[in-house]
């Protein structure tokens, strides 16, 4: 696994108080206590092949080892040309390697990952890895209800017949998608639209369709207390940490807790300590909880069984299950995340709004002449995006 976010941040208590709001609103209402925010020099290609090298190093694999490369995302650059093939160069990864881009909001990276499981399965990847990429910069307009709950980043994921972090199990897996007009990106806009509480409740009728789902093909006899007692954690998607706390306690009702709320830090609490200081990250926000699970969680998880709900505005949703393989949690905290995190650079909400502005004009900036170094934008060229290596 391998993750990348924003060198520069903004604090949710300064985004608040510059709005008229209280501070307790957004971090304790949303449960975020910090945003990514991408500067011009990053976009979602930067972000996946950082996050892909950072994998492919903590595995010790090769690019050669890797036949099929997809990525995830709703933050395209292209209609055309996909985010992967960016990667596949910047990466230097084989050309006998089959290279695309998924989309269906969140719920693009699960797609990836579940079509790679099934590669993988069929034996068709012939002992090489795929490489599954999510990578998303979350955008909403300046002064709407969304604002606070962006963010910005990536995660990528090696998959193959011999997992190091979770063994995801096969047939264990629910889906329940329905055509709702949630949250949208429509093409001529760079800034999502969403309604808002109306998403909400989507998200947790789609959590309910695939939790009934999965326990119906998991198929395993009746016990005693809840069923979701049966996984040591449960790592749900992070649009912002509330969002959590209400798909929690959602599935706790469902599973006939009446004190739905009591096993929120137990079961939760370690999947959020990484979202809530980058933010939503859309098709990546699962697995970085995921990955903030396996690097803060101080039991050890070997073994034992976690519970994923991936959700995809629009919607199409996934609750299936992994588990934990013996050494996984000392691999996650190896790559230092939390690290990574105290190392950005806040931005001042001036600063924030001059970089949104310049966002919207991108895609027509021109290349800078000087090169630059490790995976950057640097503008385009004759329509052509530039990146430097
Ligand atoms: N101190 C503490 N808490 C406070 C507070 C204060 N001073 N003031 C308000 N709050 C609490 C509220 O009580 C509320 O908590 P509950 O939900 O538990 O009641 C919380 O802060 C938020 O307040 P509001 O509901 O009034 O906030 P809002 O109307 O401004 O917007 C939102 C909230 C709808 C989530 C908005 O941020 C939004 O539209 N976000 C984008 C959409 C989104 O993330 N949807 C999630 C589901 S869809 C999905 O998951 C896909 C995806 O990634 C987009």
């Known amino acids: 696994m391998g993750v990348a ?4 941040y903004v604090e949710l ?3 608040a108080m510059a709005r008229g709001v209280a501070p307790g609103k957004y971090v304790e209402g949303l449960g975020v ?6 500067l011009v020099n990053e976009d979602t290609v930067t972000l996946a092949a950082r996050a892909a090298r950072m994998a492919l190093e903590s595995a010790g694999c090769s690019p050669e080892d890797v036949g099929l490369l997809v990525v995830g995302t709703e933050t395209a650059v292209d209609h055309s040309k996909p985010v992967a093939s960016y ?9 006998r390697c089959r290279i695309f881009e998924t989309k269906h909001a969140c719920y693009g990276g699960t797609a990836a990952l579940q079509m790679a499981l099934d590669w993988v399965r069929s034996g068709s990847a012939k002992g090489r890895k795929a490489l599954i990429v999510c990578s998303d910069i979350a955008r909403y307009g300046v002064g709407t209800p969304g604002e606070p709950t962006q963010g910005a980043g990536a995660v990528a994921m090696l998959v193959s017949d011999t997992p190091a972090l979770l063994a995801l199990e096969a047939g264990k897996t629910g889906v329940y998608s329905k055509d709702v007009m949630d949250f949208w990106r429509p093409l001529y806009s760079k800034d999502a639209l969403v309604d808002g509480h ?7 009728d789609a959590l309910e369709g695939a939790y009934r789902a999965y326990q119906e093909a998991a198929a395993e006899p009746a016990g005693e207390g809840a069923y979701s007692d049966r996984f040591a954690a449960l790592v749900y998607h992070v649009p912002y940490g509330k969002m959590s706390r209400k798909a929690h306690r959602h599935l706790r009702t469902l599973d006939g ?3 739905p709320d009591a096993s929120f830090d137990r079961l939760v609490g370690n999947s959020l300590v990484l979202p809530s200081q980058v933010g939503n990250i859309y098709t990546g926000s699962m697995y970085l909880a995921l990955a903030s699970l396996l690097s803060t969680a101080s039991q050890d998880l070997t073994g034992q069984r976690v519970g994923l709900f991936s959700y995809g505005s629009g919607s199409c949703a996934e609750f299936f299950s992994g588990v934990v393989q013996a050494g996984a949690q000392e691999r996650v905290k190896a790559l230092g995340l939390e690290a990574r995190l105290t190392r950005r650079r806040a931005l001042s909400i001036p600063e924030y709004e001059d970089v949104m502005r310049a966002r919207e004009h991108l895609d027509e900036r021109p290349a800078a002449d000087a090169a630059g170094t490790g995976f950057r934008y640097q503008g385009t060229r004759d329509h052509k995006r530039i990146y430097a290596t």
């Open 33 to 38: 206590t910090r945003m990514g925010v991408p």
């Open 5 to 8: 976010v924003p060198d520069t």
């Open 257 to 259: 807790d009446t004190a």
């Open 87 to 95: 990667v596949q160069g910047l990466l230097g990864l084989p050309t």
């Open 198 to 204: 109306y998403s909400v409740q989507c998200y947790l």
């Open 13 to 15: 208590a300064d985004l």
